[in-house]
């Protein structure tokens, strides 16, 4: 019930969310995209590196004033990956959530399809 309720408190608050991948390790930024769908969130992981080196740990950025209409996606983004969300505006950034993959962020997968 805990996981369902989740979901659909993500899901109603509609947060658009990337994920970017800069490590070498394939799927890696699909398969935490698919993790995150599976708990109510739009999730998905375009091509391309982010610039830079690969952070030590997960970075979530939330874009151009996004944060007054998601408050439980960001208090479940900052719970699972133990960080603190930042603010930024950039009006060339269609997401309202970029999560970036860094050294420490953990291995999720979404459950196998049956």
């Not at 970017?20 to 930024?29: M, Q, V, W």
């Not at 080196?53 to 939330?62: G, S």
């Amino acid at each position: 019930p805990d996981l369902e309720a989740r979901r659909e408190a993500l899901a109603g608050e509609g947060a658009t969310v990337w994920v970017l991948n800069g490590t070498d390790e394939a799927n890696r930024g699909t398969n935490l995209a698919g993790y995150l769908e599976n708990q109510g969130l739009q999730a998905s992981a375009p091509r391309g590196k982010p610039e830079g080196p690969v952070p030590a740990d997960t970075e979530i950025v939330v874009y151009n004033g996004a944060e007054s209409e998601l408050a439980a996606t960001i208090a479940y983004l900052e719970q699972r990956f133990k960080v603190t969300a930042t603010y930024a505006n950039d009006p060339a950034i269609r997401a309202d959530v970029v999560i970036t993959i860094g050294r420490e962020t953990p291995e999720l997968t979404p459950p196998p399809s049956s």
